[in-house]
């Protein structure tokens, strides 16, 4: 697999600063060039995009640019007489203090990371003064007669070193009112206490956050962070109580602030590349290729002998039995592996070069359990979005069309993951609200709500919210009248949600239209439209008059047509509904009324590679052996391929006996087959059906 189609580490983290030291034996014709490309890099930066420490990033630019005079004026120098050696040690450390003060720089400019800059404002103005004391040292220690190589050198290497030595570099006096008055706020939202909007919008302004996008950018970039320290195993870091404050702030601003979603920026969809030349020109392109696979590194790390490569190779290396440095041969003394960001970072600016994107998510374990959070991360965040959720509910109930219309989306981006945001919108009441909107005659409206009920069904007292406002009808119905083919879509999987509950499900199928509706979306519906039918009949089907409306309304014939379908996953739905349906006679009736359909199932349990569709399949042929009668069974134990597929499923072959015995009497009646050995003692009975056999997690409806 190519480097760049692989899954990629995660990007460098905010506010780490990660370099990589020139080595000893590097010349100082090329330290300059790579320090000359990193100076133009740090220089070309506008004063003017950075919202918060702004006269310190002022001061560091300036410094820049007279030191980017400097280099200049020492390349024309070398042009005559060669740099001395003793010139890499001042070069070096100019080098490491500009790659740092690039990131450093970059970071306080970075778009939806504003916020966040601006509550770690004394950390940056710290590491800002340290990197311009390391430029003022570099330049004292360089030897005289590389500073002396010109009059213009000289007073140029003494303006730098003056400057960074003086230079102040503190957080703005607004810098530091604003973070205190977000601390302010969020004091204010542990408390339920509304903040002022005059203080909210002062804040949004001293760091140019001026639309609907712009705080849907920050938001996003917290939960990032969030998830990345919950992926660090960082579960108790104080920091994330602060991330969750400050998501639930800017949500707040998001909803009380802006009247409308507008229209996204095309700079915003865009991150801004790091620039090709960051990545050093002295770097060899063959020293990021991994000594085992030889293949880029894209999660690169160091082992105990200092030899670097793949996280993927060594450890695999490693479990080979070979505990040994492929590289060296040494023994490994320890199988601690240490990332190794400054090759990391390297490797990131060369695929970004080649124009390879780097996508990274956090691992669906911490994914799910922020999604599974009951309870928000402190007091502040809990008190922010019950705020939020409050104003959202009122523009629902009695805003205007254009304000309902944008609540109605804020619900639904509220609702999408995370439990609590869920638990508040069931507590204020949302449900009865959103159901009224249903009516409306704007399709995204319609889409929004049905969405939002969508991920409130996954809550418990969000299903019970629902069915009491009765919304069961509205929700059958719209799966056939919703505006948009994704509401009807949703509108399926509301009632799978909701068939987990017996009492909802008999509530259900006393609807004459729901089990109808759901077996034609199931046949004339979309992928994910088919998908949340099975799925929901699946569910439904609790007893034999939902098995007779199936039965009436076609459905067997339906799935007959779906087991031809070139998605697997289809099939295997398709089969498990036909052996719900097998449960009851009318059922197996239905599907034995197709000899071709009971064929091309002995030809699914022969060739199906997934093992729970072979589960449904073995138990449907069981029902049928049982509500068909010993005929059914002889019919069944003629087909040739069928006792072979069962005799290698050895757990599953037991389900029936009928029709091994049938198959055993149709073999003994063959001349020239061979005998087949009675069995000493009959099968005990078990459940039949998949009754028993519940579906995947991966068969639950997409929404």
């Known amino acids: 697999m190519p480097p760049h189609e692989r899954k990629s580490p995660p990007a460098r983290r905010m506010l780490a600063l990660p370099a990589v030291c020139p080595c000893e034996a590097i010349s100082p014709g090329t330290l300059l060039a790579s320090l000359l490309t990193l100076a133009v890099d740090v220089a070309a930066r506008d004063a003017g995009t950075f919202p918060v420490l702004r006269r310190g990033a002022g001061e560091a630019l300036r410094i820049t640019r007279v030191l980017l005079a400097f280099l200049e004026e020492l390349r024309e120098a070398s042009a005559a007489a060669p740099l001395p050696g003793a010139a890499v040690l001042g070069l070096s450390e100019l080098h490491v203090a500009m790659q740092k003060l690039r990131f450093l720089l970059a970071d306080c400019a970075r778009r939806g990371a504003r ?3 601006l509550m770690n404002a004394e950390l940056v103005a710290s590491e800002l003064r340290f990197f311009l004391g390391s430029v003022a040292t570099a330049m ?3 030897p005289a007669d590389v500073v002396g190589a010109s009059v213009e050198a000289q007073d140029l290497a003494k303006l730098v070193s003056e400057q960074a030595w003086r230079a102040v570099v503190r957080p703005d006096a607004d810098d530091g009112r ?36 712009d705080c849907a950018e920050e938001v996003a970039f917290l939960e990032a962070e969030l998830l990345e320290r919950l992926e660090d195993g960082r579960e108790n870091d104080n920091d994330l109580v602060l991330i969750s404050g400050l998501m639930a702030f800017l949500v707040y601003c998001r909803v009380v602030l802006f009247d409308r979603v507008d229209a996204k920026k095309a700079d915003a969809a865009v991150p801004e590349p790091m620039p090709a030349s960051s990545c050093a020109a002295w770097t060899s392109q063959e020293a990021l290729l991994c000594p085992i696979t030889l ?17 993927t190779s060594i450890k695999r290396w490693v479990k080979s039995g070979c505990p040994t440095c492929p590289v060296t041969g040494e023994k490994l003394r320890s199988a601690q592996f240490v990332p190794n960001v400054a090759v990391r970072g390297i490797v990131e600016q060369l695929l970004i070069s080649n124009g390879a994107s780097l996508h990274w998510q956090p691992s669906n374990k911490h994914r799910s359990a922020v999604d599974k959070t009951v309870a928000a991360f402190g007091p502040a965040a809990a008190g922010g979005v019950r705020l939020a959720v409050a104003c959202l509910i009122a523009r629902l109930s009695r805003g205007t069309p254009e304000e309902q219309k944008k609540a109605a989306y804020e619900v639904r981006k509220l609702a999408k993951r995370n439990v609590f945001h869920r638990a508040c919108l069931v507590e204020a009441d949302a449900v009865p609200w959103l159901l009224h909107l249903l009516s409306s005659t704007d399709a995204s409206v319609q889409d929004n709500v049905m969405a939002s009920l969508l991920n409130l069904s996954k809550h418990t007292a969000g299903r019970r919210a629902l069915v009491q406002a009765g919304g069961l009808s509205l929700i059958v119905d719209s799966v056939n009248v919703a505006a948009k083919v994704e509401a009807q879509q949703n509108a399926a999987a509301i009632l799978f949600y909701l068939s987990s509950n017996s009492d909802y499900c008999k509530e259900i199928g006393r609807i004459p239209e729901a089990i109808p509706t759901l077996v034609h979306l199931m046949s004339e519906g979309t992928y994910r439209g088919r998908k949340n039918a099975l799925v929901s009949l699946y569910g439904v089907l609790q007893g034999a008059a939902s098995i007779a409306k199936m039965v009436s309304a076609g459905a067997v014939a339906v799935l007959a047509n779906l087991l031809s379908s070139d998605r697997e996953d289809i099939v295997n739905d398709s089969v498990a509904l036909l052996a719900r349906i097998a449960e009851q006679p009318a059922g197996a009736t239905a599907v034995l ?17 997934s ?28 087909m040739p391929g069928l006792m072979p597929t069962l005799a290698q499923r050895p757990k599953a072959a037991w389900r029936l006996p009928r029709l091994a015995a049938a198959h055993a009497r149709a073999r003994a009646r063959t001349p020239r087959g061979p005998q087949a050995q009675p069995s000493s003692a009959r099968t005990p009975a078990s459940p039949h059906g998949p ?8 068969h639950r409806p997409r929404g």
């Open 140 to 142: 004292d220690v360089l």
């Open 691 to 698: 009754a028993s056999l519940a579906f995947p997690a991966r």
């Open 178 to 213: 604003s973070a205190w008055s977000v601390r302010s706020m969020l004091a204010k939202f542990k408390s339920s206490a509304t903040p002022h909007a005059e203080d909210v919008r002062m804040v949004l302004g001293r760091v140019g956050i001026n639309s609907w996008w």
């Open 295 to 311: 293949e880029l590194m894209t999660d690169p790390v160091t082992v105990a002998t200092g030899q670097t490569y793949d996280r």
């Open 115 to 117: 916020v966040w800059v």
């Open 593 to 609: 009324a197709s000899s071709e359909l009971v064929t091309r199932l002995v030809d699914f349990l022969g060739t199906s590679s």
């Open 611 to 638: 093992r729970s569709g072979k589960d449904h399949c073995v138990a449907l042929l069981a029902s049928l052996c049982r509500h068909g009668g010993d005929k059914v069974a002889a019919l069944m134990g003629k």
